[in-house]
């Protein structure tokens, strides 16, 4: 994989330029990003980190990695 882009994996979602028009009409040139998040995923079986939309996030075509802790670890730590 190259250098990051502002682009989502998923849909390739990226920047957009455009204009800032003020009450008096002006012009200036402007940038609107995607709300992108780091995103760690299992694809195939082998965990990867992806920068994904939250759009595509939230209708699910990609499901977050999570790591879940038994409720007991901290005990087991700390009667040892």
């Known amino acids: ?3 990051m882009t502002r682009t989502c994996a998923c849909c390739g979602k990226g920047t957009m ?3 800032r028009v003020s ?3 002006n012009h ?3 940038v609107w990003r995607p709300n992108l998040l780091k995103i760690k995923t299992e694809i ?3 965990t990867a980190t992806y920068t994904i939309c939250t759009r595509c996030l ?3 075509f990609v499901t977050k ?3 879940i802790v038994p ?3 901290g005990a087991q730590a700390v009667a040892k």
Do not use: L, V
């Open 58 to 60: 939230r209708s699910g």
């Open 17 to 19: 330029h455009g204009n």
């Open 44 to 46: 195939d079986g082998t």
């Open 28 to 30: 200036t040139r402007r």
């Open 23 to 25: 009450k008096s009409y």
């Open 71 to 73: 409720a007991n670890a």
């Open 65 to 67: 990695k999570i790591n």
């Open 1 to 3: 994989m190259s250098k």
